[in-house]
């Protein structure tokens, strides 16, 4: 079997269990360590070792915001008994930690002046601890998930000498294009994230003992006081996160927002990062940006040795990832072994087993419909073919939505005098439904009660089976009433039952269609040219199933609704309703891009 392409049932086990440490019955001890950051501050860790062998061990690090869970975290356990030190250690403020915690602030910097923005470099500092202890050999890796990723991809442009390999599972690239504002529009993620791990009022973000639980004690009060009075803060500025006024006082691309951009940055990585990702995750764009990047830009030791996988899973990871996805099953092949991935990975870097990882395609993904795996050499795919599918009037007699349009391959001819318009009410936004949905109900969902709510476009049942991988693109025609509005589009696999299955959401916001340094308002009425590149996808729509691309102009409570008043989302109250136009005549052909796999090139 050659590399180009690779596909197989075998194919999965290979991913996770050639050539990886033996799992020892051995035990192991814990310990917590209190490691020094170089302005004095401590970050609690807790130390897991292996309890046979004389050592020195390679090490493995995990720093977190979501607490070490004193001495019985699972994984490091699992990677304890395999012959691996492994540290997980609460970041500086939460938990055990000391300090004040602000997201990514501390993990590192990108220039050579790291007091522009903050000097503290608190995963450099770890990692080289890590590496100069006596039962290190000296190669240290890391992993984590979400903000355990992103405060990886924050470390790795400060270049540790001891960081050896990163795996990196599901987070940005840029805080604020990728997570923060995500097209434009505040991300309902981070308000929620703040709220849900007690970060969200100042009384509780001093450190205090047990402070990632619900703290409310006299000395947390007098703390919070004393700011208060000295301070002369009204009450409304003492109790908000300063985190959450941050982002909120910040809602372009500016330089607050540039500290948190390692994709600004990816020429000064050079170490080897399996960037592991998912279908249904809302950081699959980022993570292919930061591949692709690296391998462009990154140093010598970084730019052959860059990996990805996708697979069909949402945001989260467990020792096996799921095979259930919100309403499917994608099959035996999706319950990934998560656990014995990572472990392939650090045995191939940190021990230097001859395991397979070097010969391999750098690409890995899971075709959902087809519920296979298959190995890539690129992604996006230099094989596809690129189809249009132009918005008609139609019926397509799919769906009761407010137009039921055509998804056709025919370009509108010299009779079509195409548009339709609708009213976005931002007090009555759609719903979000399944896909990266940051909670429940997320993955593959039926999107019907949102497209009948919005304007759809669908293609006549497919003739035979279609495999669409990689970037989908949107071009679209359209005016509004109002001066600014937000623009949501979602394309979604429709089986012969009428089943909708969301793939892929993205957002634009109107007046951040020339980026987001310097929006500009909307001139109402006005017809404007947009062009939205939808996260990545790999899907095969099957015989008798259809392709279906929906737009509307909010999906809440992903988004934040637009009160389309051209004002900064804490200040549009309760905002206008506006009416919003798509065309799709001859001359202005609506439509969307569709990465084709031809079928005689799919394994």
């Known amino acids: 079997m050659g590399r180009k392409h690779l596909h197989s049932s075998i194919m999965i086990a290979s991913l996770v269990l050639i050539g990886t440490s033996a799992a020892h019955a051995q035990t192991f001890t814990c310990e917590e360590v209190m490691i020094p950051m170089r302005d004095g501050i401590r970050l609690a860790a807790d130390v897991y070792k292996p309890s046979q062998g004389a050592g020195p061990f390679p090490v493995i690090v995990e720093r977190t915001p979501y607490g070490k869970r004193d001495c019985e975290h699972s994984a490091a356990q699992y990677y304890a008994r395999r012959g691996y030190v492994t540290i997980i250690q609460d970041e500086r403020g939460r938990y055990r930690s000391e300090g004040i915690y602000y997201w990514w602030r501390d993990h590192g910097g990108f220039t050579e002046d790291a007091d522009e923005w903050g000097a503290n470099y608190d995963g450099y500092d770890t990692i080289e601890w890590a590496g100069t202890q006596s039962w290190s050999t000296g190669k240290v890796g890391t992993m984590g998930?979400?903000?355990?990723?992103?405060?990886?991809?924050?470390?790795?442009?400060?270049?540790?000498?001891?960081?050896?390999?990163?795996?990196?599972?599901q987070a940005a690239g840029n805080a604020y294009k990728d997570l923060f504002y995500q097209g434009g529009a505040l991300h309902m993620i981070m308000p929620t994230w703040l709220l849900t791990r007690n970060e969200m009022a100042r009384p509780f973000r001093v450190n205090f003992p047990g402070r990632g639980g619900y703290v409310g004690g006299h000395d947390v009060w007098n703390e919070w006081y004393r700011e208060k009075q000295l301070g002369n803060l009204d009450m409304g500025a003492s109790m908000v996160s300063n985190l959450l006024e941050d982002m909120m006082a910040n809602p372009h691309y500016n330089d607050y927002w540039k500290q948190f951009a390692v994709d600004e940055h990816m020429d000064k990585i050079d170490v080897p990062i399996m960037h592991f990702g998912s279908w249904y995750d809302r950081y699959s764009r980022p993570q292919l940006t930061m591949f692709n990047g690296v391998r462009e830009q990154g140093g010598p030791n970084a730019r052959n040795a860059q990996n990805i996988v996708y697979g069909p899973w949402t945001h989260g990871a467990g020792e096996v990832m799921n095979r259930v996805v919100g309403d499917l099953d994608f099959g035996p092949e999706a319950a990934l072994d998560y656990n014995a991935l990572r472990l392939r990975w650090f045995d191939y870097h940190l021990k230097g087993i001859d395991n397979g990882?070097?010969?391999?395609p750098p690409v890995r993904i899971f075709v959902m419909g087809e519920n296979r795996w298959r190995f890539e050499n690129e992604f996006p795919l230099a094989r596809a073919q690129h189809r249009d599918y132009y918005f008609r009037a139609g019926p397509s007699g799919s769906i009761e939505s407010l137009n039921d349009g055509?998804?056709?391959?025919?370009?509108?001819?010299?009779d079509d005098r195409g548009s339709v318009s609708y009213e976005y009410d931002p007090m009555n936004p759609v719903?979000?439904?399944?896909?990266?949905?940051?909670?429940?109900p997320a993955g593959a969902r039926d999107h019907r009660p949102a497209d009948r709510l919005s304007l759809t476009f669908t293609t006549p049942p497919l003739q035979e089976d279609t495999e669409i991988t990689g970037l989908p693109i949107v071009e679209f025609y359209a005016s509004s009433s109002a001066v600014d509005t937000d623009w949501v589009v979602a394309i979604s696999d429709v089986h012969p039952s009428g089943y909708s299955q969301i793939l892929r959401q993205n957002l634009l916001r109107a007046s951040h269609r020339d980026g987001h340094e310097e929006p500009r308002p909307l001139n109402p009425g006005e017809i404007e040219a947009y062009r939205?590149?939808?996260?990545?996808?790999?899907?095969?729509?099957?015989?008798g199933h259809r392709i279906r691309v929906t737009i509307t102009s909010s999906s809440f409570p992903k988004w934040f609704p637009n009160g389309n008043q051209f004002e900064t989302d804490d200040r549009d109250s309760t905002g206008v309703v506006a009416t919003n136009t798509i065309f799709f005549d001859r001359d202005r052909p609506s439509r969307i891009t569709l990465p084709i796999i031809p079928p005689s090139s799919r394994p």
């Open 145 to 169: 998930l979400s903000m355990g990723c992103f405060n990886q991809y924050m470390t790795a442009p400060t270049a540790p000498p001891h960081l050896t390999a990163m795996f990196c599972t």
């Open 357 to 360: 990882f070097g010969s391999e």
């Open 406 to 414: 055509l998804l056709s391959s025919d370009a509108p001819d010299g």
């Open 431 to 440: 719903p979000t439904i399944g896909g990266d949905f940051f909670n429940q």
């Open 532 to 543: 939205m590149e939808l996260y990545p996808i790999s899907n095969l729509f099957g015989e």
